[in-house]
């Protein structure tokens, strides 16, 4: 055929595939695609808008401020100490309040001080030297009479205790009103004599209805709770109660009265009864509350009562003063100096039991 067939053939090509780029151009102009064919974008022509915006209203794309970097926050460090070495102190202990000295030896009651040696506080003490008496008990009032005896304990005072002797103070409480009797025994406890003397201690004389007290377990409680907290924990607080007999178990709240006091101090009054046998039986008695023991022996005619006639002999005052030495008791009492005789006071004289060594009498000053 020779070479001229070769080039029509490469013409004809040529020809067909120009044909084939022409059809395929015509068919994008009119938005016609197949599928799978992605079809090359046309240029962007900016046509004139029929709504143009004024030349003034164009405003260019805000591009977003640059935010300035915070500068960063200095810490302030604490000068370092000038030394290294510490020391810790520690807070002081706090202070503990002192405990009440409870009374050892034989003591004596006084109710009316004008009856007791004609009220001449020389010749207590005097007496009270004699015959070895280390405490007496005077009276600073009572629910019916108010407070009582100020003035005389500001004489007695003094000269009882220039001779080593203590002196406290007793209430007698209705208990009708227990805030009312804690107040006036407050006074009597924090009463100053001007020459700076003050009682030792404090005694309730905590009775029965028959003496005229409204007693009720609550009432002899709040009044307990009352007068601790009135006088503080160093006072020393003595609760003088009934004899402890069945009879008075039956009627009288000992567990109400006791909790507040720090000793107990029964009225071993025996009257007809041997006075070794009821001592015996009322110290066993309270010593299931662990306080210490003050029994009040009977120094006064029973009579009225019940009681044989007459002041007690030698003999009783001497069983009553041994029986309570036996069963621990760390004191005896005797009611009262005014009712007492000559027998009696030997007796507490010449009784070993209970004998404490006592200072010289003290000069009356001129």
Not at 22 to 47: F, H, M, N, S
Not at 151 to 180: I, R, S, T
Not at 301 to 315: S, T
Request: aromatic content about 8%.
């Amino acid at each position: 055929m020779g070479p001229v067939p070769t080039r029509l053939l490469a013409a004809g090509w040529v020809a067909a595939v120009v044909l084939a780029i022409l059809a395929t151009a015509a068919v994008a102009a009119q938005g016609v695609q197949g599928p799978g064919v992605v079809a090359a974008a046309p240029p962007l022509d900016r046509a004139t808008s029929a709504h143009p915006l004024p030349t003034s209203a164009a405003t260019a794309v805000p591009q977003p401020k640059a935010v300035a970097a915070k500068p960063k926050a200095r810490i302030k460090l604490a000068a370092p100490p000038t030394s290294t070495a510490t020391t810790t102190t520690a807070p002081p202990a706090p202070a503990i309040a002192p405990r009440p000295q409870i009374p050892d030896g034989k003591g004596m009651w006084i109710w009316k001080p004008e009856l007791v040696e004609k009220g001449d506080v020389i010749a207590l003490v005097a007496r009270a030297q004699a015959v070895g008496l280390t405490h007496v008990f005077v009276r600073t009032g009572s629910t019916w009479d108010g407070l009582q005896n100020l003035q005389y304990l500001a004489q007695l005072l003094p000269y009882a205790h220039a001779a080593g002797m203590k002196v406290y103070g007793w209430d007698f409480p209705k208990l009708a009103n227990p805030a009312e009797d804690v107040f006036r025994a407050k006074l009597a406890v924090n009463y100053v004599t001007p020459s700076g003397d003050r009682l030792d201690g404090f005694a309730a004389d905590i009775e029965t209805l028959s003496e005229g007290t409204q007693f009720t377990a609550a009432a002899a409680q709040a009044y307990g709770d009352g007068l601790r907290a009135a006088v503080g924990p160093s006072t020393l607080l003595v609760a003088v109660v009934p004899n402890p007999t069945p009879q008075m178990r039956r009627q009288y709240s000992y567990d109400a009265v006791l909790p507040a006091f720090n000793a107990v101090a029964p009225m071993v009054y025996w009257l007809n009864r041997d006075p070794g046998q009821d001592t015996a039986d009322a110290l066993h008695f309270l010593s299931r509350y662990g306080l210490p023991l003050m029994p009040i022996g009977q120094a006064y005619d029973g009579g009225p009562e019940g009681g044989r006639p007459g002041v007690p002999p030698p003999p009783e005052i001497w069983r009553f003063i041994e029986v309570a030495k036996q069963y621990g008791a760390v004191a005896v009492s005797f009611w009262s100096w005014q009712h007492a005789n000559g027998p009696v006071w030997n007796a507490i004289k010449s009784a070993q039991d209970f004998s404490v060594a006592l200072k010289p009498m003290p000069k009356a000053s001129s």
